[in-house]
């Protein structure tokens, strides 16, 4: 084997620092599958680690920032062990590497290798290459499927990561919103066959995976192919996947609006296991806004989706994303936004200060917003959207809500799940019940958690209570 990684004694430390998105996460998660045949060992911080890949996000612009000041970080790191005779190879993965490339080595030399995230599955090669001495810069978009080679999650690698998993289903996107990076960082859009898909969430499944959430950056534009070559959308596969024994919970993100097919919406209907909590963004609550976004819908056009939605699952909760201060937004604007923030009732969102990305339109356009008007519009939208998921938790008091039992509670006697809202529950228990769904009602709400109560079978089954379970699913 030529792999000088292959001939050495002590298996080599990895540390993969991730930012940005789940996308992200599951990458990274990747990445250390592929380099474990090549005797590398994941370990916890970069301090430990012979190699240090920051798998890195380019969102905003405070995301590439850090990335830079990181590199800084293990420069002076790799010097010290320089002077004492060991070595530190540092990589550059993510978006900010797709975006950036030769200019990362420029701004940082002590920087090894670069690679997109269509690389991954390359990289032991790259690797091999590094270590022969040269600077590797990998940002081409190839045509093989980086899936198709990438390891899978697998069964043994799951076990230790617990009864939740993230499974990337689709990737890139075609939208090209006038803000956003993705379609230049991540390309096109591209869906994983349908049966690939399965076949990792049956092994997910078999490690004790009970939950997944499907990955992508416009999943629901997902349009896999299966055996015979037909197209398959986000919807059919939820049911198939609902099919597979052991998921009992299923959740995607992130959509796009004109993406929430007729079929996706009645698999929200039909499935139990496709949790009632949406990510759906909307960025803006302004039609004049959303059109130089290129959102290419109305709010009127989103708010007619919500409706379609909770018609079909009238348990649904939703969240977003928003941006303030995209170039032109005036106060009319803002306070449209704050309007629609309010109408759809979210339990949660993101938001965000719109920040300049080069390259994208929004970047050259002459009306941007000044700085302080952003940081106003921003605490104003944060704390009305803090007032509503307080006020989605306190309206959770008084419900049955199934709860996937984790792990051990803060206190012994006591253990800790999640709703399918997300939310954090906290409960008198046994650990026994970790894996399990368990149906307890809501009975507080405290900083960022629920405290519930565990609701038994005959307490379920009493006509009075069963009214009021809408969703309970006992395990
Ligand atoms: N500035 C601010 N926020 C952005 N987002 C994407 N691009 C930008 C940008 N240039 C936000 C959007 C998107 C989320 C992932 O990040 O709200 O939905
Ligand atoms: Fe970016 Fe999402 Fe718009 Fe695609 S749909 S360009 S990922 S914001």
């Not at 670069?114 to 090669?125: A, C, D, K, M």
């Not at 055996?227 to 919807?235: C, H, I, P």
């Not at 992130?254 to 139990?272: C, F, G, N």
């Not at 977003?320 to 629609?340: K, N, S, Y």
Request: charged residues 25%.
């Amino acid at each position: 084997m030529s792999d000088e990684t292959q001939t050495e004694a002590r298996p080599k430390k990895l540390f993969i620092k991730t930012y940005g998105c789940q996308m992200n996460v599951y990458d990274s998660d990747r990445m250390a599958d592929a380099l474990a045949p090549h005797a590398y060992e994941p370990v916890q911080s970069a301090e430990d680690a012979d190699l240090v890949v920051l798998n890195t996000c380019h969102i905003r612009e405070k995301a590439s920032e850090k990335v830079f000041s990181e590199l800084g970080r293990l420069k002076e790191m790799r010097d010290l062990r320089r002077a004492e005779g060991s070595d530190l190879m540092i990589g550059v993965a993510g978006c900010v590497a797709q975006a950036e490339g030769e200019e990362i080595v420029r701004r940082q030399p002590a920087v090894n290798l670069v690679f997109g995230p269509q690389s991954y599955h390359r990289l032991p090669e790259l690797l091999t290459r590094a270590h022969n001495g040269s600077q590797v810069v990998e940002t081409e978009f190839p045509t093989e499927d980086k899936f198709a080679h990438l390891p899978a999650a697998k069964r043994e690698v799951t076990l230790a990561r617990g009864l939740t998993a993230f499974l990337t289903v689709q990737e890139g996107c075609d939208k090209f919103c006038s803000f956003c990076v993705v379609p230049y960082t991540r390309g096109a859009e591209t869906s994983r066959p349908l049966e690939q898909v399965l076949s990792e969430a049956r092994s997910l499944a078999d490690g004790g995976v009970r939950e997944l959430t499907l990955l992508g950056q416009n999943v629901n534009a997902y349009h896999g192919l299966d055996k015979a070559g037909r197209t398959v959308g986000l919807g059919e596969l939820c049911y198939r996947l609902a099919e597979i024994p052991g998921i009992a919970r299923i959740r995607y993100t992130t959509s796009h609006p004109l993406d929430m097919s007729e079929e996706l919406i009645a698999a929200h209907r039909d499935l139990d296991a496709l949790m009632p909590y949406l990510h759906l963004p909307v960025q803006s609550g302004s039609d004049r806004i959303l059109k130089a976004m290129n959102r290419r819908h109305t709010t009127a056009e989103y708010l007619a989706v919500i409706e379609r939605i909770k018609a079909a699952r009238p348990d649904m909760a939703l969240s977003g994303d928003f941006i303030v201060g995209f170039p032109g937004e005036t106060d009319a604007d803002f306070e449209q936004t704050l309007e629609i923030a309010r109408l759809t009732g979210y339990a949660s969102a993101f938001t965000f200060k719109y920040s300049i990305r080069p390259g994208t339109p929004g970047a050259t356009m002459d009306n941007q917003v000044a700085e302080a008007v952003k940081v106003e519009r921003l605490a104003r939208l944060n704390a009305q959207i803090m007032g509503q998921t307080r006020d989605f938790a306190q309206s959770c008091v008084g419900r049955i809500l199934p709860v996937l039992i984790e792990k051990p509670g803060r206190n012994p006697g006591q253990v800790g799940g999640r709703s399918p809202y997300l939310q954090a529950v906290h409960m008198e228990g046994p650990t026994r019940l970790i894996g399990q769904i368990i149906p307890v009602e809501i009975v507080a709400v405290g900083n960022n958690s629920l405290a519930g109560k565990i609701v038994t079978d005959a307490e379920l089954k009493s006509a009075s209570l069963s009214q009021s379970v809408a969703n309970a699913v006992p395990a």
